[in-house]
């Protein structure tokens, strides 16, 4: 996954790599592994609290797998299964190893995954699944013998390794799925969170609309109670009605006090994105919101706001967000500064070309690798919301630099890198008109059965 944001509005997979991503963090050395701790702690929270929607998608599509899979069936008492999420960097090797499998066993599988499957080609996101047998004792006796592997590679399909009395086996198995279209609506009351959650919005999807609002809207300030969100999504089921994957998000439309915005996913020369009706891509140089908008308290920041708003010697814009919440880098680019900094507390700055900068201010803790000269993703995690230096709460201060000053980063007029033109905008009118119709026969909310395959 190159880009975290890139990768987050292009599929459920991608989400859950974001949360693999925290289980896999380690301790900052700019810290201490006190504080480090202490922000997983903060994560593993959120993750309980906010997660468990998109995990009970995602054991579905688990559940799937292993109903694929032969060497699971009629599973006996001392047969063990661990379920692992692919993290950035990680290989089949060093996810097996993790899983406690002999490093023998491992080549084993692995050599015949490879007759199938490339096992280089796994993405952060994925699913691995491993069976083994263990003593009476459990995983404790380290008695471990690997029965099989189900490696869920995308929507209904897995590769399946499983041993036979000649040795390990590899196939593909592939679920028929079929694909619905899926569409909610709703009024904000009190936080978009609230309100997606009371429409029976998955989180997966709510995370994908974050994201793509990500570069335009300022998710503190500008939801306000009266605001309405429209939103549809491709979801993957079994012909029995198993739910298999979220999927992607195709539709998104915010208002906000009257003003409607509307993204249109579409699969462009470039790549997948989202587009405006005018076929204007929604990726900007440089986040809005860079932090995890869907983790932004509304009620908290109105309580702040007294404190923490605006004075004429504001320089940034503050986002009141739960200590240890994720901060994003706002655009690719160079980090110029991590560290302390007086009154700004922990500090990172990233320079992204000669006339721009970004600044991020008060956080708990710097994410490990972000120093001076590393270079940074749109979407990189890059450090942790905490209230050190002169803070009186937690916070992230964000500010925009143009020649070293401070400007309103609100106010930076920043122009789509991506537009389309010629066929593939007359391609995405077409697109985009038959797509309004499914939306029209759905009405406001509801699901209907789009294709087979
Ligand atoms: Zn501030």
């Known amino acids: 996954m190159r880009r975290y944001a890139l990768g987050a509005v292009a599929g459920g997979a991608a989400v859950a790599a974001g949360f693999a991503a925290i289980h896999l963090m380690e301790p900052s050395p700019a810290t201490g592994p006190r504080v480090a701790q202490q922000v ?44 692992l999420v692919v993290g950035r960097g990680d290989t089949v090797m060093r996810l097996l190893l ?17 007759k199938v499957y490339d096992p280089r080609r796994i993405v952060p996101g994925q699913k691995l699944v491993v069976t ?85 809207v300022d998710f503190q300030r500008e939801i306000r109670a009266g605001d309405s969100f429209d939103v549809a999504w491709k979801s993957l089921y079994t012909p029995e009605g198993l739910l298999v994957d979220h999927g992607d998000m195709v539709y998104a439309s915010l208002t906000l ?51 923490l708003g605006y004075t004429r010697m504001h320089r940034g814009v503050d986002f009141a967000a739960r200590p240890g919440t994720p901060i994003f880098a706002a655009g690719d680019g160079r980090v110029a500064y991590a560290g302390r900094k007086g009154t700004y507390g922990i500090y990172v700055r990233i320079r992204h070309n000669e006339r721009y900068q970004t600044a991020y201010a008060h956080m708990r803790a710097i994410r490990r690798g972000i120093r001076r000269g590393a270079r940074v993703n749109q979407g990189q995690v890059i450090g942790y919301v905490g209230s050190t ?21 609100m106010r930076v007029a920043m122009t789509p890198q991506l537009r389309l033109k010629g066929e593939e905008l007359a391609a995405f009118h077409v697109y985009r008109g038959s797509l309004e119709r499914q939306l029209a026969r759905i009405g406001t909310s509801g699901i209907v059965k789009v294709s087979s395959r």
């Open 389 to 409: 230096g002169r803070s009186t709460g937690p916070h992230l201060h964000y500010e925009i630099l143009i020649d070293g000053r401070q400007v309103n980063p």
């Open 132 to 216: 083994y047998l263990a003593g009476d004792a459990g995983l404790e006796d380290r008695n471990i013998s690997l029965r099989g592997i189900d490696l869920v590679t995308g929507p209904g399909k897995t590769v399946v390794v499983t041993r036979k009395a000649s040795g390990y086996r590899a196939r593909r198995v592939e679920a028929p799925t079929e694909i619905r279209l899926a569409r909610v609506g709703g009024k904000i009351s009190s936080s978009l969170y609230r309100a997606a959650e009371k429409a029976d919005m998955p989180l997966p999807i709510l995370l994908q609309l974050v994201r793509v609002f990500s570069w335009d």
């Open 40 to 83: 997983e702690e903060a994560e593993n929270e959120y993750t309980a609290a906010m997660i468990a929607d998109w995990e009970r998608g995602a054991e579905k599509a688990v559940d799937l797998a292993l109903l694929a899979s032969p060497g699971v069936r009629g599973a006996s008492r001392n047969r063990e299964q661990r379920e």
């Open 257 to 307: 006090r009257g003003k409607r915005l509307e993204l249109y996913r579409f699969e462009s020369r470039h790549g997948t994105d989202y587009f405006d009706r005018k076929g204007a891509g929604a990726r900007k140089p440089l986040l809005r919101t860079p932090i995890d908008g869907a983790r932004l308290s509304s009620r908290y920041g109105k309580r702040r706001h007294p404190i």
């Open 98 to 114: 993790r899983a406690d499998v002999p490093r023998n066993q491992a080549a084993a599988a692995i050599a015949a995954m490879r």
